[in-house]
């Protein structure tokens, strides 16, 4: 992504396109077959870990196409004056590639991640609702980690299966670190890290009714029925977040910060188009 189309958070480059883009983008990457666009999305928690775990800021850098998923990162991006753009959950991004391709009239989609109920459940789902695309497999891998014999094993299922777009549901930063380690190995156009939209497409796992969402306050929809499981995100992650950003781009100096994040974005890329 050129410095036109991205703004930078705490080291990652976030895209600034509205979501028609990037998805006519995604249907390009089909046609012309090139080398995999990875989708990962951030929000303040994954930014937060991000900052301790060198894989998965590596991960974040490394992805084509990070978007802003999370209110508090359009937030504080307003706030110093950072261009990221509109919001885009990762929801907006899955339905935005599929609808384009249902109009586009085929593609070849794999679901990699959850639990086999829940991928049973978005198989019927996608039957009725993408009826031109293809369901052309659907994996749960095991619990936990994973020996190399297993996941060479699952990669090999996944390719042959000759998927346009997989999407992968596993909790961050495993399912965004896995898909860097194994990107080399799979001749795929979109990759994208989709976490708990495997469990609200499935409808095992109900979304926040959309006008919460328009307003922003998914997270506090989130949080009053996950209280347990969210605070963590809600109460250490989130005012971490506010403190680490105005650190890095207020205290600092930003346009330093920026022009040095550019130069390794650009490095990145021209490493990925020399590989591809």
Request: one cysteine or more; glycine letters at 6%; charged letters at 20%.
């Amino acid at each position: 992504m050129s410095k036109r189309n991205t703004g930078f958070l705490l080291g990652v480059a976030l895209n600034r396109r509205p979501l028609t883009e990037v998805t006519a983008e995604a249907v390009q990457a089909i046609d012309r077959r090139i080398a995999p666009k990875v989708f990962a999305c951030a929000n303040p928690h994954s930014l937060v870990v991000a900052q301790q775990d060198a894989d998965f800021h590596s991960a974040l850098r490394q992805a084509n196409l990070v978007v802003a998923d999370g209110v508090g990162v359009t937030f504080m991006t307003r706030l110093i004056g950072v261009d990221v753009g509109p919001r885009i959950t990762g929801a907006d991004y899955f339905y935005g590639v599929l609808g384009a391709l249902q109009r586009r009239g085929s593609a070849r989609v794999f679901f990699f991640g959850s639990s086999q109920p829940v991928l049973d459940r978005i198989a019927r789902r996608f039957a009725a609702d993408f009826p031109s695309l293809t369901l052309c497999g659907a994996l749960s891998p095991p619990f936990g980690t994973w020996s190399e014999i297993e996941n060479h094993r699952m990669v090999k299922a996944i390719s042959n299966a000759k998927p346009d777009v997989l999407w992968v549901g596993m909790t961050a930063p495993k399912q965004e670190k896995w898909v860097e380690a194994n990107r080399g190995q799979l001749n795929i156009p979109i990759i994208g890290s989709i976490g708990a939209v495997f469990d609200f497409y499935a409808e095992t796992y109900a979304r926040a009714p959309k006008w919460i969402c328009d307003i922003g306050l998914e997270w506090v929809y989130r949080f009053i029925r996950e209280p347990r499981r969210m605070w963590r995100r809600t109460f250490v992650s989130g005012p971490k977040f506010v403190w680490l950003v105005f650190r890095q781009h207020v205290l600092w100096n930003h346009a330093a910060v920026e022009a040095v994040e550019l130069s390794e974005q650009e490095k990145h890329s021209h490493q990925r188009e020399k590989a591809a």
